[in-house]
């Protein structure tokens, strides 16, 4: 056979000719009104738009507040609350409940919030249906409610159970307390700090002990004898640290 005789090339379909290719024009929507319009620069606009807007209205909501600053962190103040931000305290509460804490601390931290966005991942595959509306959609439309039903649930409980009047006290700025003092050198050795914080403004384990001008016998009694959630025997020190130390915090005050 010679080349070119008997031979046919069939074009393919799907590649047009340069002289039926048509120039790449957006769609007129105007048939349409309300329903759909073109990405850009329509669509897109819009987004910018709102987008600045919000971010205009927070940018003056930080101008107008000031941000709540606390007193500087304390590694040693055990009895300390931490309080995450708001998104993710539904995850702050989960990890309070017994299956989820302490030695299960892996199942709150890793087991469930992992479950929870594998699910989100797999909802495409599971349901696969056409169907735009909530009621056509079940499968969708019950791990939506579920998943917004538990955060909004656990935001509450959050809020609800923090000790906001303790989160208040620790996280005061206090000046005056001279932590080079003996009294206080004593007062941290015997692990008050623990209790009543680095500051000596109180925990949610125990009570605030700056300005509060305790008699120096009462301090010292309650040292040894405890009082109310305070055990006794909790101070080991010798009869002279007991003194100073009872000294020292009844004459605490912050400038």
Same mark, same amino acid.
């Given at each position: 056979?010679?080349?070119?005789?008997?031979?046919? /090339? $069939?074009?393919?379909?799907? $590649? !047009?000719? *340069?002289?039926?290719?048509?120039?790449?024009?957006?769609?007129?929507?105007?048939?349409?009104?309300?329903?759909?319009?073109?990405?850009?620069?329509? /669509? !897109?606009?819009?987004?910018?738009?709102?987008?600045?807007?919000?971010?205009? @209205?927070?940018?003056?909501?930080? $101008? %107008? #507040?000031? +941000?709540?600053?606390?007193?500087?962190?304390?590694?040693?103040?055990?009895? =300390?609350? +931490?309080? +995450?931000?708001?998104?993710?305290?539904?995850?702050?509460?989960?990890?309070?409940?017994? =299956?989820?804490?302490? *030695?299960?601390?892996?199942?709150?931290?890793?087991?469930?919030?992992?479950?929870?966005?594998?699910?989100?991942?797999?909802?495409?595959?599971?349901?696969? @249906?056409?169907?735009?509306?909530?009621?056509?959609?079940?499968?969708?439309?019950?791990?939506?409610?579920?998943?917004?039903?538990?955060?909004?649930? !656990?935001? =509450?409980?959050?809020?609800?159970? #923090?000790?906001?009047?303790?989160?208040?006290?620790?996280?005061?700025?206090?000046?005056?307390?001279?932590?080079? %003092?003996?009294?206080?050198?004593? =007062?941290?050795?015997?692990?008050?700090?623990?209790? #009543?914080?680095?500051?000596?403004?109180?925990?949610?384990? @125990?009570?605030?002990?700056?300005?509060?001008?305790?008699?120096?016998?009462?301090?010292?009694?309650?040292?040894?004898?405890?009082?109310?959630?305070? +055990?006794? @025997?909790?101070?080991?020190?010798?009869?002279?640290?007991?003194?100073?130390?009872?000294?020292?915090?009844?004459?605490?005050?912050?400038?």
């Amino acid at each position: 056979m010679h080349r070119g005789k008997g031979m046919k /090339f $069939v074009g393919d379909s799907r $590649v !047009l000719a *340069p002289s039926e290719r048509k120039p790449m024009i957006p769609k007129d929507y105007s048939e349409y009104p309300g329903k759909t319009e073109a990405f850009w620069p329509n /669509f !897109l606009l819009k987004e910018w738009l709102v987008g600045a807007v919000f971010l205009v @209205g927070f940018l003056s909501l930080t $101008v %107008a #507040h000031e +941000p709540p600053l606390e007193r500087i962190a304390d590694p040693t103040d055990a009895g =300390y609350l +931490p309080l +995450p931000d708001w998104y993710f305290l539904f995850l702050y509460q989960l990890l309070k409940y017994s =299956y989820a804490a302490g *030695p299960y601390t892996v199942i709150g931290a890793m087991v469930i919030p992992g479950l929870a966005f594998g699910a989100l991942l797999l909802a495409p595959f599971i349901d696969r @249906g056409p169907e735009r509306r909530p009621s056509k959609r079940p499968a969708a439309t019950a791990f939506m409610l579920l998943g917004i039903a538990s955060i909004f649930f !656990l935001t =509450y409980q959050s809020v609800a159970t #923090h000790d906001w009047e303790a989160a208040k006290r620790q996280g005061e700025i206090i000046q005056g307390i001279d932590k080079d %003092a003996e009294g206080y050198k004593i =007062y941290e050795a015997q692990g008050c700090i623990s209790c #009543h914080g680095g500051e000596l403004q109180g925990t949610a384990m @125990g009570p605030k002990l700056i300005d509060e001008e305790f008699p120096a016998d009462h301090v010292a009694e309650v040292a040894v004898k405890g009082f109310g959630n305070m +055990p006794a @025997g909790i101070f080991k020190g010798t009869d002279e640290e007991l003194k100073k130390l009872s000294e020292y915090i009844s004459t605490l005050k912050s400038e």
